[in-house]
């Protein structure tokens, strides 16, 4: 399976290297409190969300997430 900021969270968190990836630029985000609410929606669809931002999800951010998870293969 490939992987991008179009893949769901739950795509996301079920690879350990997909995980590892989103933990690196946003630490703690595979144990938010929140994200039983947001496993269905891809990070795309996250990064809209002003809980996103104010977390230091920017579209820099998001693109160099999308870069190192396409590269997984």
Known sequence: ??????????DILSN???KAVL???MP???????LPMAMHLTLQQISYYPEAVDAGLS????QA??????ALG
Do not use: F, N, R, V
């Open 28 to 34: 703690g985000a595979s144990s938010h409190p929140d």
């Open 65 to 70: 997430i999308d870069a190192e998870l396409k």
């Open 23 to 25: 933990e690196k630029h």
């Open 59 to 62: 579209q820099e951010k998001l």
């Open 16 to 18: 350990e290297q997909a």
């Open 1 to 10: 399976m490939s992987y991008s900021i179009h893949s769901t969270l739950q």
